[in-house]
Antibody, heavy 119, light 108 residues
């Protein structure tokens, strides 16, 4: 069965970086992409971007351009999302989700990773 | 960017009642790429509806979606206790992908 397992919770200071991982199993990794979505406490869902697991092509949300990098390791079927220059408003649960290369609503999601930014 | 506006913000209903949730887009949603998700506290979103009106695998038929262009609706015909949650609409036809701000369906 399709599974996306994310890394554990992180606490970071303002200005630091965080790298969240998302390990995929149960399907052919390179036939899909991975989207990242975040959710601040008590707030709605925010799309951050996506990466093709096949060729590493990326598409980032404009508001995060320059601070976010999404990468993929096909040898371990793992996607990564790194966010730099963290601010308090980056405190959120970060989700990865499997996406098809053609437009489709994500069905499979990771369990979420809480990133807390606090001094 | 397509802005999705959901209404109402909160819907207070009793089990067995009908719930009607609205999602309005700031511009036409490409190729009917509009989905609905359900989210419960501490859980990832769960896909209910995709392509405006197609139910995802395992979703009961009390959930239905409709609409076109810029106006979309999620209807829950008879609320079950497990349906009290937050619901988000999501457009996935244009970049950036966007979500509505959510409608909370709470027990009256």
């Amino acid at each position: 069965q399709v599974q996306l397992v994310q890394s554990g919770a992180e606490v970071k200071k303002p200005g630091a970086s965080v790298k969240v991982s998302c390990k995929a199993s149960g399907y052919t990794y390179t036939s899909y992409g991975i989207s990242w979505v975040r959710q601040a406490p008590g707030q709605g869902l925010e799309w951050m971007g996506w990466i093709s697991a096949n060729n590493g092509n990326t598409n980032y949300a404009q508001k995060l351009q320059g601070r976010v990098t999404m990468t993929t390791d096909t040898s371990t079927s793992t996607a990564y999302m790194e966010l730099r220059s963290l601010r308090s408003d980056d405190t959120a649960v970060y989700y990865c989700a499997r996406v098809t290369l053609a437009p489709a609503a994500p069905v499979y999601w990771g369990q979420g990773t809480l990133v807390t930014v606090s001094s | 960017e397509i802005v999705l506006t959901q209404s109402p913000g909160t819907l207070s209903l009793s089990p067995g009642e009908r719930a009607t949730l609205s999602c309005r887009a700031s511009q036409s949603v490409s190729s009917s790429y509009l989905a609905w998700y359900q989210q419960k506290p501490g859980q990832a979103p769960r896909l209910l509806i995709y392509g405006v009106s197609s139910r995802a695998t395992g979703i009961p038929d009390r959930f239905s979606g409709s609409g076109s262009g810029t106006d979309f609706t999620l209807t829950i015909s008879r609320l079950e206790p497990e349906d009290f949650a937050v619901y988000y609409c999501h457009q996935y036809g244009s970049s950036p992908r966007t979500f509505g701000q959510g409608t909370k369906v709470e027990i009256k």
